[in-house]
């Protein structure tokens, strides 16, 4: 969602919030007094109970914890402390009950994991259909296709971007945050990232937090241009594989007749975005390696989502790499690929 469109719904809220429940949340401001993306911690004995302990803002409390265990490991998890290491060890975030589209929710989406030792739920056997990891120099990302129906999105919610900044800073959601040991020296903080939810599709990118451009890699003020633009890929349905690779461009910044050029996403109240002149280039990997999805995840449950708690790990690869009667990824407004 975009920053006028959040700013928009954050005076929608505060006047519901002025009008319902001043006794129990008195607003007093929008910003926190420390930005999300500045809070730092070390795993795993530095991560507090809850990253954001803000009371009075306008859009309200952290909805999960952060402190996430064997015991907070189940499908009513709350857990929004995220890991991202591989093609077959990433965490979503997603709704923690169906029925809100991303951008109604997009404050408070918990963490679905693709596998067990997070403390998260997990994404359901089946539920993820063909993904690409890429590992470049600055940055690791995963993009692919899911039945996000399976993971409490709305069907044919287009979604949105989720990152630790936001219109108030308090991130998407507020008091979410990453951790990777892709980057030498142990789990590390992700201190940038973007992950894009919708239209049966997501990107997910977490920056080196030593690399020097990391909040360009990571940008996150390209929210309504989607995968192609943000995340580069040459992911395909029904494909699973890792590989190395180069970096991007910086999403929004491309070469037009040899000129380097910053492209201006339009605020929402212009209507919707039907062209961007450029293509982002999508980066030349190597060493791609391919898998199927049964050996790739296991342990997850097979139910459907919805609140039920089996976490059971035995039966899972049946549905897993048989999963998808749909045809053709439709990843659609994102111009996914
Ligand atoms: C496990 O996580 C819960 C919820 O965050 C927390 O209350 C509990 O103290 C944790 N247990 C351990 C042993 O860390």
Redesign the pocket.
Known sequence: MSPVALSKSLIALALALSSASLATAQVTGTFPPVPLASKHFDYPSGIP?KVDTDVGLVRGTQLG?N???S??ENQDSLCQTSFFDALDDFCLWAPSVPGKTVGDIEGEMIAWCTKPGH?TRLIPAGALTGVQFLKTPDYIQAVGFIDQTLINMVAGDFGGEMDPHGADLRGNPMGGIMFSSSFGGGVKQVIEWTNFMGGNAFCLKACDPAGANAAHYCEHIYDRIGCSFNAPNAAQDKVFESCDAENADFPGIYTSDGQVMTYTQPPESLGAITTVPYTARVPSSSNCQTFNSAELFTGLPTVAATGASTTGGAAATGTASGASSRGTNSASRYGHR
């Open positions: 109970y914890y402190i996430c265990n015991t907070t403390g």
